[in-house]
């Protein structure tokens, strides 16, 4: 650890808060419906209205019967069906087919539509077209932020990045403005908001607008400091492998709102068992940050340690064995099931990812973030489409390919391309265009020759091997913003240095020392620098849009530190990953910071590339 | 203020004053005679019309309104029917009742602002006599037809017309009526003879005063109180009664002596006193009557007409308007002569003391004694607050003030509320502005009034004036007034576009709360479409601006107004908007211009209508998007032939977007699904839709060699792709005969360690070995330790002297079995490892 001597980290906010105003909120719109009624609900807003309100809440305020919304008929013998959904148009044509589904047939029902967090005037366009619009009540239930852990709040929206990115639909912008709007009217005044992208920029000013129109009651701030990042100011760190615990039990499980679901190769029987990870699981919360490589030695400590306190027993008397029953035992049998999860899952990551192929992967990836022996990256890229190991797994290294090499040849992006094409089908011709619109994999332009001097000395200088010039050359034609921007930033470690992952040195552990993820990077530069300055060539690459004000209206006064000034809070719009979130409370352990993430969604590689697939 | 006490006359126990409030600033020829006049209350404006009746063209009556203190305010010739009736709303608006049965509504100013029509049974009938009045829901007008039925709207905002019963036997015109508010409803009584009739929305009951003395034959003259709790019934043998109006208790009945009917009646009560009165007038003559046998006479030199207010009377005559109230108990209890009432004393105090004479100490002593000091203060100021006359109100605060001073920890909130508020009534007061509202009428009306009824007036320095003196909130004060004065400057036609909206910037540069988009909105209904604009470049919430500029027709201007605000629902509005009322070709161009508009209306096609988001890439020449729109179709297409056909569009579309790519890529597509198709109609393999890749695989592993064999020439499949297909799939099928065929086929593209792993993974060591040998020096390694040859392998690494290789053939040696192995691999790795 570089710094010590830190006093202890701020305590976080309470965000149950937000949980119990989510659930006040939801009772009170299904009180507007007095009576016995049927409750449809989306299907991805299933878990998180779970956290919310369970059945047995809602079955206290007169909710007959659950469904799930569907395109298929629907089998309710209630007079009134409330629908809980997000606003999107297929949805609401769902809803409306249902709706004239029961005119056709003569059939009389109450309607109401709870579309959360908020209505779009789209959706009453279509209700209208639809001709139902004065058969269903509308409503709007503000459910902006559900938290997952002490720290992590997600606005569980993961259409955002698609939407917002890919289709230009702003219409989240807004959303993310009174989510922060809500946590400032809770947690703030905040002290400085600092950001970057352009989805950033427009949501702080959507917040700002919020803020001017409302009166702030003032009370002492928990949380100081909040920076917003857009996803597409780096989409390198969400593209690569993730090897912290937590990373990898979500690449591989899925980990879904907070709980993931081991299957039988896990649970070693026949069963599937959910579980929630969050910091109340004291096994996992002492592994998620933690390097793969680390865990089993963890583990395996833990287990003595499990095995010690059961062995406590032995030469116990009456009495204390009496006492050691009623108080200890339960919290050992409870560590001891999570344990025996935790190794079984670790095992079964052992299995997938320890092979060679995994080990290669991982090379591959590297030199990819170095830029080191591109063209054999090339062909075990090739090699990896050519025998279908993994759609998705190859587009990620695709576009991990482009990124970090600033566009593909010509040659390349039509080669590798046409393999994929014959390897998964023609449909990903689509895919191709987002991708390409996404600029995440393109073509290098003709025109793009001209790179400075100092690139090329820089890389000279970075390539450790001399023998690798002709390479080097090859590369000296595309203009590389990762490149520069990995330079100017350091974000990738001297590669001859030995890196021992128990003890991590900077944020880096989170991909073996290989590299700094951009996102929290900029995080800590802007945060040690308290805005911008001197970074200036850097935001330039990323294309800007970077900010640095001061918060509310009484912000300028707090001079003292604070230790609501230590509490930064993180909005990543268009989702982060855990490797990001362990990124960020490595940092703040090491600066005596506490982060709040909070996130549009939970991403990762998978999530990220099947969102712009076309169906 | 010697005599404060000059012109008050007691009344039973109370005492009644007369103040003169201003001298009539107008100039009136012929006096009151012969004019329909309408006073509003709390010091409103008078309207005047003079000789009704006219009609010749040549000389149409004229009408005039005027402010309380006489001042023109505006001044027409009427040309509309014959007005039966004048009354003012309570936003001091002017109803002209016509005969009929249409009420024309004019603005303080004579601006003509709506009409409406009593409905029809009036327009057949005529107005035979109308009454405005005023309620909790607002104002409401009360008709007396020709066919002697009662029409009646208690608010004229919200037209309900109601026509009462009819009253039995009424065959001429009541003698006198009246409007009473109760039970939350408008009631009519009414008079005819000696018969009293209550008419509401039902029913017409007959009713009888209590107590009402026999004798009457007729009541000729009735009125109710300001607040409708009080009735005063007048009768042809000169008595009055008075009651409560719901006719249930009688307060007094007194006989006046005059038994001609009254010109006019009202009530002149103040709000809790325990004394109410009627005042009554006849020509010249005007009778204060109260519960007890004294009545007080007044002698009137001129044509007069009372307004009823809250507290008193007003009396307006040619000349002079005055005020008649009952003497405030506290202005009383000061001021009666000899009174030894703490106040009275205070003052008297304070009168010594600025004559330095000792005397006042033992004034204040002994007030103090009664420990009444506070309450003599109180007295002061509440007293200060009735009188009229400024240097009254001073005399009066000065002694509170003085008193003030000998009392510890005494409130200051009624005193300097009392000075702010009197500040603000003496201005009004003002005779410019004419608004003689007292003390009571002020705290009833609320601030927030006065200054609406300043800003109708136009008075708004004032009205600012009075908002930063009284501290209202600045989105509330200033802010409003400000805006009611931007509004009426945009009215002002003769002045330039530039000229207006630069002094409206100016004033309202930095004011809170100002919404500019309601001042545009205002300019735009004056028909001043380029002055909205350019105020609209004001308004900072560029949301605002959207629902005008579509009014206005600017969709243009709307559209990218929306799109800054970042307000995606707004921008969804104005292009649903654009949509109905643009054509189709031009909507498009506009969308083409507004990216985000753009994507957005495609998100909604997308899922609503495909074919318009067709033509929408159509219209933009976007081939390239055209060829993925029909890529995306074909998959939804399950008829072969449409799915060629929906591909062949693609492919010309990419090839007009120089995509030859995705053009060739589509082309393959197009190829593998007739290959598709005849292999089913030759094999009857079913393999539809599936990729290159997927087609190879299942034509190997069913045996299909010649047809994958053609597939891969067709379709340039690479070299190495073929071989670990081919490979996997004879693997698959343990077919090592055909293996060993195909591995000597030709050179292995893909090397030989693949053959050598995938038969390990078969579990076929010995098909394995044979491949061994023929992989690179680079892979032998790894190609002997997949087969468990820990010898071969440390023969090779040796050989190659490669550190790493040995270590890894290392790491696979356990230490008990292969000890030989062990030592020799040691020994060489140490040899690499010195040179």
């Excluded at chain 1, 989409?235 to 907070?258: A, N």
């Excluded at chain 2, 957005?600 to 890439?617: A, G, V, W």
């Excluded at chain 2, 393959?668 to 030759?682: K, Q, V």
């Amino acid at each position: 650890m570089a710094q010590t001597g830190w006093r202890d980290a701020p305590d976080l906010p309470d965000f149950s808060l937000l949980k119990r105003l989510a659930r006040d909120q939801l009772i009170y719109l299904l009180e507007q419906l007095p009576g016995k009624k049927d409750l449809f609900i989306e299907a991805d807003l299933m878990s998180p209205l779970d956290r919310i309100a369970n059945v047995t809440t809602l079955k206290q305020h007169e909710v007959d019967k659950l469904y799930k919304v569907e395109h298929k008929p629907i089998f309710s013998t209630s007079d009134q069906l409330c629908f809980l959904i997000r606003p999107r148009v297929q949805t609401v044509k769902w809803v409306c087919d249902i709706v004239n589904a029961d005119k056709a047939v003569g059939r009389f029902r109450q309607y109401k539509i709870i579309f959360t967090p908020q209505k779009f005037y789209v959706c009453d366009t279509v209700l209208e077209e639809q001709g139902v619009y004065g058969d269903v009540t509308t409503d709007e239930w503000g459910f902006y932020l559900l938290p997952l852990d002490d720290d992590i709040i997600s606005m569980e929206l993961p259409e955002f990045f698609r939407d917002n990115f890919l289709e230009g639909d702003q219409r989240w912008v807004t959303t993310a403005g009174s989510a922060l709007h809500l946590l400032h009217s809770l947690y703030g005044p905040f002290n400085k908001l600092y950001g970057i992208g352009r989805t950033a920029k427009m949501a702080y000013e959507s917040w700002r607008e919020l803020l001017e129109e409302g009166e702030q009651k003032p009370q002492k701030p928990d949380i100081g400091n909040v920076f917003l990042i857009d996803r597409d100011v780096d989409f390198v760190t969400p593209l690569c492998s993730q090897v912290v615990y937590e990373g990898l039990v979500d690449d591989i499980f899925r980990i879904k709102c907070g709980s993931v679901e081991f299957g039988p190769d896990v649970t070693s029987s026949d069963k599937s068992i959910k579980v929630m990870l969050n910091s109340q699981d004291k096994v996992f919360n002492e592994i998620r940050n933690e390097h793969f490589s680390n865990v089993f030695g963890f583990l395996s400590q833990k287990a003595r340690n499990l095995q010690t306190a059961y062995d406590k027993r032995q030469g116990m008397d009456i009495k204390q064995m009496k006492t050691f029953v009623s108080e200890e035992l339960k919290g050992l049998k409870q560590e001891h099931r999570l344990l025996s999860l935790h190794i079984g899952a670790s095992e079964s990551i052992m299995k997938k990812k320890t092979k060679q192929d995994f080990q290669e992967l991982l090379k591959t990836e590297h030199s990819l973030l170095e830029g080191f022996e591109v063209r054999e990256c090339i062909s075990y890229v090739e090699e990896h489409i050519n025998r279908q190991v993994s759609m998705i797994e190859s587009l990620r290294l695709l576009c991990l390919l482009s990124i970090t090499e600033n566009g593909l040849l010509p040659k390349d992006y039509r080669s590798l391309k046409a393999q994929y094409l014959q390897s998964y089908g023609i449909e990903h011709l689509l895919t191709f265009a987002n991708l390409r619109q996404l600029g995440i994999l393109v073509e290098q332009q003709p025109g793009e020759t001209l790179t400075v001097m100092e690139s090329k000395v820089g890389k000279l200088v970075n390539d450790k091997t001399a023998g690798k010039l002709t390479e080097t050359f090859s590369s000296l034609a595309k203009k590389s913003n990762f490149r520069a921007l990995s330079r100017r930033l350091t974000l990738v470690p001297k590669s001859d240095e030995e890196y021992d992952l128990r003890v991590p040195k900077d944020m880096a552990y989170i991909f073996s020392g290989a590299y700094v993820p951009l996102s929290c990077k900029l995080i800590e530069q802007v945060l040690e620098r308290d805005g911008w300055t001197g970074l200036e060539e850097v935001t330039r690459m990323i294309s800007g849009h970077e900010f640095a004000v001061s918060g509310g209206s009484n912000g300028g006064e707090a001079r003292v530190k604070t230790d609501a000034q230590r509490i930064i809070l993180v909005m990543f719009l268009g989702g982060c990953t855990y490797s990001e979130i362990a990124a960020l409370r490595f940092l703040g352990k090491e600066k005596g910071l506490k982060f709040i993430v909070v996130t549009t969604a939970i991403t990762n590689s998978g999530r990220m590339l099947e969102a712009l697939l076309d169906h | 203020m010697a005599f404060v006490t000059a012109n008050w006359n007691p009344l039973g126990e109370a005492f009644y004053r007369k103040i003169e409030l201003y001298e009539m600033g107008w100039n009136l020829r012929d006096g009151l005679r012969d004019c329909l006049i309408a006073a509003a209350p709390y010091g409103g404006p008078i309207a005047l019309l003079r000789e009704p009746q006219r009609r010749s063209p040549s000389a149409r009556p004229q009408l005039e309104i005027y402010s309380a203190s006489g001042s023109t305010l505006a001044s027409f010739a009427w040309k509309s029917g014959v007005v039966r009736q004048l009354g003012w709303t309570v936003c001091d608006d002017l109803l002209c009742i016509q005969e009929d049965g249409t009420v024309l509504i004019y603005d303080l100013y004579g601006t003509f602002k709506r009409h409406f029509s009593m409905g029809n049974e009036v327009v057949q009938n005529q107005v035979l006599e109308a009454k405005v009045f005023h309620s909790p829901y607002g104002t409401g007008v009360a008709i007396i037809t020709g066919a002697f039925r009662v029409t009646l709207a208690t608010n004229i905002d919200d037209l309900k017309l109601r026509r009462l019963p009819e009253v039995p036997g009424l065959m001429e015109a009541p003698s006198c009526w009246a409007v009473l508010t109760q039970d939350r409803q408008s009631k009519v009584l009414l008079a005819y003879g000696a018969d009293l009739y209550l008419l509401d929305n039902t029913s017409c009951i007959p009713v009888t005063p209590p107590g009402l003395s026999p004798q009457a034959n007729s009541i000729v003259s009735m009125c109710v109180s300001f607040s409708y709790k009080y009735l005063a019934l007048f009768t042809d043998t000169g008595h009055v009664w008075m009651g409560s109006a719901n006719l249930k208790d009688r307060l007094s009945e007194v006989d006046t002596k005059v038994r001609s009917p009254p010109k006019q009646m009202a009530w002149c009560r103040r709000p809790k006193s325990e004394q109410p009165s009627v005042v009554i007038m006849w020509d010249r003559h005007l009778l204060v009557v109260g519960t007890c046998k004294d009545t007080i006479q007044y002698h009137l030199d001129d044509e007069t007409v009372l307004v009823p207010e809250l507290d008193g009377v007003r009396l307006i005559s040619s000349t002079h308007h005055e005020l008649l109230q009952e003497v405030p108990s506290a202005c009383e209890e000061i001021f009666k002569i000899a009174s030894m009432a703490p106040g009275a004393l205070l003052l008297e105090a304070h009168k010594e003391y600025e004559k330095e004479s000792q005397k006042a100490d033992e004034y204040l002593r002994e007030i103090k004694e009664q420990s009444l000091l506070g309450e003599a203060v109180r007295q002061c100021v509440e007293a200060a607050g009735h009188e009229h006359e400024p240097d009254t109100q001073k005399t009066l605060l000065r002694a509170a003030s003085f008193g003030k001073c000998f009392l510890s920890g005494f409130p200051p909130e009624q005193f300097v509320s009392m000075c702010r508020d009197l500040r603000v009534l003496n201005a009004v007061r003002d005779y410019i502005v004419g608004i003689p509202l007292t003390h009571t009428q002020f705290k009833q009306m609320t601030t927030q009034v006065l200054i609406d009824r300043l800003v109708y007036r136009k008075l708004y320095p004032l009205a600012i004036e009075v908002c930063r003196y009284l501290k209202i909130p600045e989105y509330q004060g200033v802010s409003r007034v400000l805006k009611h004065w931007a509004c009426c400057k945009v009215q002002q036609k003769e002045e330039a576009d530039e000229v207006v909206a630069r002094a409206v910037s100016i004033k309202l540069g930095e004011a809170a709360g100002i919404s500019y988009s309601e001042i545009a909105t205002k300019a735009y209904e004056c028909g001043r479409t380029e002055l909205a604009i350019k105020l609209l470049e004001y308004e900072p919430r560029s949301g605002e601006q959207v629902p005008l500029l579509l009014k206005m027709k600017r969709s243009q201007l709307a559209l990218s107004k929306a799109i800054e605000s970042g307000d995606t629902d707004l921008v969804y509005t104005v292009v649903t908007y654009l949509k109905n009322e643009m054509n189709r070709g031009d909507f498009f161009m506009t969308l083409r211009n507004q990216p985000v508009a753009l994507s957005l209306y495609r998100q909604f096609c997308k899922h609503q209508e495909q074919t318009t988001l067709k033509d929408l890439f159509n219209q933009d020449d976007d081939h390239q998007e055209l060829g993925n729109f029909y890529v995306k179709a074909s998959y939804k297409e399950k008829r072969l032939e449409a799915r060629l056909s929906l591909l062949q569009s693609a492919v010309d579309e990419y090839n007009k977007a120089k995509n030859e790519f995705a053009a060739k890529a589509t082309e393959d597509e197009m190829r593998l699904l007739r290959f598709h198709r005849r292999l089913e109609e030759d094999k009857g393999e079913h393999l539809m839709g599936m990729s290159l890749q997927d087609t190879l695989q299942i034509l190997l592993s069913i045996g299909l060699h010649k047809q994958a064999e053609q597939l891969y020439k067709d379709f340039r499949v690479p070299d190495k792709r073929y071989w670990w297909l081919k490979l996997t799939a004879l693997a698959d099928k343990e077919d090592w005969e055909e293996l060993e065929k195909f591995a000597k086929s030709k050179k292995s593209p893909i090397g030989y360690l693949p053959f050598v792993e995938v038969c390990v993974k078969r579990h076929n060591k010995y098909e394995a070995k044979k491949y061994v040998s023929k992989v690179t020096p680079e892979q032998k390694v790894k190609a002997h330790l997949a087969v468990g040859d820990l010898e071969g392998a440390a023969e090779v690494a040796i050989e190659r002297r490669n550190e790493n290789e040995i270590s890894t053939v290392l790491s696979q040696c356990s230490a008990s079995s292969d000890r030989a192995l062990l030592d020799r691999l040691n020994r060489a790795r140490n040899a690499t490892g010195k040179k």
